[in-house]
Structures are given as C-alpha cells and as structure tokens.
C-alpha cells in the first residue's frame, strides 16, 4: 500500500512517438517527473504540445517509444484500471440514465465487472451517493438531454470516480462551460480530491483554473512537448473562489503565463 505523499507515477526520461518511418511525429520529448500519492498536478502549455498524450502514456493507452514509466514501482504496458478519465465532452449515453451512465465502468472493470449482476443493488447505491455527493441527488433517473452541460459534466466525473480509481485524469473537462458553471465545478473537483484523496491529474488551457485546482503546475513547451517550468502552488487549502482575486494568485498566472509558447 502507497502512503500519502509516496512516489504514484514516475517518468523517467520518457518520450512517445506517433506513427513509424518518415511519417513518425514525436509528441513529447524526454518527460521526467513524478506525481505522488494524493497529489494534484495540473498540465498547462499551447495547442498541439502534447498534453493530451502525456495522459494517454500514464494511463497506459500508448507506449512509450523511450525512457520508463512506472506506477506504484511497477512498468506500465498497457492499459491500466487504476486511472479514471473525464474529457472535455461527458460523452454520455444517451439512452442511459445518469445512474446507469455511472454504472458503466463497472460492467467493464474487474473485479466489480464479475459482481454487478449479483450485488447491482450495492452499486446502485454507491452511484446514487456519488451523484448526491456533486449535486444531482434528484436527477439519478435523468437522461442526458434532461442534463444541463454542467450536470453532465458533473455525472461523467462521477463515472470517472465510481470505481475508486487511484488516479483521477481530467483532460479539460470544463472548457466547453460558461465561466459560473466551470468556477462550480472547479470547487466540487477541490472539494472530491479534499475529500476522497484521491491523485488527480489534469490537462487545461486555463491558467486561472490550475492555480485553483494544483498543486503543481507543469508547462511544457510546443510540440515535441518538453517541461520547461515546474510551478509549486503554495496558496493554503482550501481555497474559496475569492482567492482568485488576490495578488498572490494573480502573480502565479502571470508568472505561468510568461512561460507560455515561449520555447
């Protein structure tokens, strides 16, 4: 078992190419760094740098072409059921309910994928405390199109948690909300990794909502991706959305900002 605070996710020199021959396209070049227990970092830097596919290479979803990855001292090569992921659209079915929706991952992912049939009521009832637990205690019986964007975003992060994952990976979930919307679910994500301890990773073109949500902020440089600043936030937690006026705060955007598409 991993104690708070111990080393999670370790890349050592690594870099991912796509495609082979002539057409190959190295996405990120030499990444080391090291995400520890509980932790949550946030990934910030220009289009196309290769965010998204440093992502990709932690949960296991492309392989490294160099260097070593490992999570809890083990080497990822493949696929890895530890991670839970939310993306920027909720890409939720919609001929599901939101209970259902969240129920998804569990018909998939061992061991609960062998249970479900026989303990559907238990999970059903985890599901049901989890959407309570962001919100949407009354929508559990809601399709999709009866969801605002925010309730759907807020019920694919609960798919993303329900089966308890070590890593939370959020690749700029609220990029297509409007600014109230995306500044209350910048405090219900503070408010689940306070609560559950959950390691939480994520990729966002927004500096203001790293600063919020980090507790250190990685910027990396356009493609081939390399970390060019590694930014502690030390704001105390928690932290309410009044900090984000505050000079401290503003001077770590500013200061994350200088370093953007700069190299």
């Known amino acids: 078992m991993v104690n708070a605070g111990d080393p999670l996710v370790?890349?050592?020199?690594?870099s991912m190419?796509?495609?082979?021959?002539?057409?190959?396209?190295?996405?990120?070049?030499?990444?080391?760094?090291t995400i520890r227990k509980g932790e949550f970092i946030a990934v910030v830097g220009p289009s196309g740098c290769g965010k998204?596919?440093?992502m990709k290479l932690i949960s296991g979803l492309k392989p490294t072409s160099d260097g070593r990855l490992t999570i809890e001292g083990k080497a990822v090569t493949g696929p890895i059921n530890?991670?839970?992921?939310?993306?920027q659209a909720a890409n939720l079915l919609p001929w599901r309910t939101a209970m259902d929706n969240v129920l998804l991952p569990l018909e998939i992912v061992e061991p609960h994928r062998s249970r479900i049939g026989r303990e559907k009521a238990a999970y059903r009832d985890k599901a049901r405390t989890l959407l309570a637990s962001v919100g949407l205690g009354g929508f559990t019986e809601k399709f999709p199109w009866q969801l605002s964007g925010g309730m759907q975003q807020r019920t694919s992060i609960c798919r993303a948690l329900i089966h308890e994952p070590e890593i939370l990976m959020l690749d700029e979930p609220f990029g297509a909300l409007d600014a109230f919307t995306r500044e209350e679910l910048w405090c219900m994500t503070r408010d689940i990794h306070q609560s559950r301890g959950v390691t939480a990773m994520l990729v966002?073109?927004?500096?203001?909502?790293a600063v919020f949500l980090a507790d250190t902020v990685y910027?990396?440089?356009?493609?081939?991706g390399k970390i060019v600043k590694v930014q502690?936030?030390?704001l105390p937690r928690p932290r309410d959305l009044e900090i984000t006026y505050e000079k401290p705060f503003q001077d770590l955007v500013h200061e994350l900002r200088?370093?953007?598409?700069k190299h």
């Open 52 to 54: 998204s596919s440093m």
């Open 258 to 261: 200088s370093h953007i598409g």
């Open 232 to 234: 502690t936030i030390d």
């Open 204 to 209: 966002t073109h927004d500096l203001r909502e």
């Open 219 to 224: 910027v990396m440089s356009d493609r081939p």
């Open 17 to 33: 190419t796509y495609g082979h021959g002539q057409q190959a396209v190295k996405a990120v070049d030499d990444l080391t760094l």
């Open 82 to 87: 530890k991670v839970g992921m939310a993306f």
């Open 10 to 14: 370790v890349l050592d020199h690594v």
